[in-house]
């Protein structure tokens, strides 16, 4: 196996050797994402990875997290924190990997021009995203290869011709194999009339490597989808949800209220709707059973979900390590272990079953 090649940004954003060496994972790949790109580095590559069945364990939601931690502002989105807390950024890579994802993707989404617009930083296009150093997505793809990718991902496509126009640029420009994702509305239609089914068999015909989902729906509304439309398709499918409580009458997160409420969960309260990780287990088991060969989470996610999803598909973590183990909890472990007073007496006190 060749060596991995890694990425050290200028600005201290990109992942280093540290961080995968710390985990001894060789054929852990780095990369990055934006909205219409990403890169993933080393070998093997993705389609030796996946080829007979293999799997991909891939960790997404970097914005929403960086928001959670007070690192990155609501509205625009702009992941500043790139350029002002490198380290913060290095770290979340860091967990990510060591929760059980099989692959890095660097944040670069939303750091391109338009969006850095947005807060009057234009001026950091290059410094905060290298990948995004010239405005168009073509150059970006060429100076993507030229740095190593080993794949592109297109994702989070509300357009049929948007995704096909993406998958044509790697093609074109990239010469790597490429992920496209689709971000499915409340129907089953892409904004421009599309049926999804069309949109994910005519982006597999044009050559896409993977075609799936990501973003937009959460576990319970996005499996029908995958349901429907991955037996239809000859090459690995990918699913990646939001970490939300999406229902068929609240099917995707922007339509979601917070419960008992008729507010507007997206995007601020989300958190009052926020998977269970029993959720998100069955997810994994269904996407199994399914052959979703890509799988893993975006908007929401963070590392005890990420590894729930790594430890179905029977990846063995650093976080396993840390893999809830309820027979040592006072309240739901063996009685005889504890005092009386803690096992059955705050039982009772607290209320609800435990047994
Ligand atoms: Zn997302």
Do not use: W
């Not at 010239?134 to 049929?160: H, S």
């Not at 996610?301 to 396993?320: C, G, K, W």
Request: with cysteine; glycine share 10%.
């Amino acid at each position: 196996m060749a060596p991995c090649r890694f990425r050290v940004e200028e600005n201290g954003a990109g992942v280093d050797k540290e961080v995968i060496n710390k985990f001894d994972n060789k054929d852990k790949r780095i990369g990055g994402t934006c909205v219409y790109e990403g890169l993933f580095y080393g070998r093997p590559g993705l389609l030796e990875r996946l080829a007979n069945g293999g799997t991909l364990v891939v960790a997404e939601g970097y914005i929403f997290e960086f928001e959670r931690r007070g690192y990155l502002q609501a509205g625009a989105y702009v992941p500043e924190v790139i350029l002002e807390h490198p380290e913060i950024v290095r770290q979340v890579y860091e967990e990510f990997v060591h929760a059980g994802s099989d692959v890095v993707l660097a944040l670069t989404y939303y750091t391109h021009r338009e969006k850095l617009r947005t807060i009057g930083r234009e001026g950091d296009l290059e410094a905060m995203n290298r990948v995004a150093l010239q405005m168009a997505r073509e150059e970006q793809i060429e100076l993507a290869v030229e740095l190593g990718a080993d794949y592109i991902v297109g994702e989070t496509f509300c357009c049929y011709g948007e995704s096909m126009m993406a998958l044509r640029c790697i093609q074109k420009y990239g010469n790597v194999p490429a992920v496209i994702t689709l971000s499915l509305g409340t129907g089953d239609l892409m904004l421009d009339g599309v049926k999804v089914k069309d949109t994910v068999l005519a982006l597999e015909a044009a050559g896409a490597a993977v075609v799936g989902f990501n973003c937009g729906r959460g576990p319970e509304t996005m499996l029908p989808f995958i349901q429907d439309i991955k037996p239809l398709c000859k090459v690995p499918f990918a699913a990646l949800p939001v970490c939300y409580r999406t229902t068929p009458e609240q099917p995707c997160f922007q339509s979601l209220t917070v419960p008992g409420t008729n507010n507007r969960a997206f995007p601020l309260d989300l958190c009052a709707c926020q998977t269970s990780r029993q959720q998100i287990d069955e997810f994994a088991h269904a996407c199994r059973k399914l052959g979703v060969q890509y799988v893993g989470l975006c908007c929401g996610n963070s590392a005890h979900l990420t590894r729930i999803v790594a430890e179905v598909y029977e990846r063995t973590p650093p976080a396993s390590k840390y893999t809830p183990d309820m027979s040592q909890h006072y309240m739901f472990g063996d009685k005889s272990r504890f005092r009386k007073e803690f096992t059955e007496g705050l039982r009772a006190s607290k209320g609800g079953d435990f047994d």
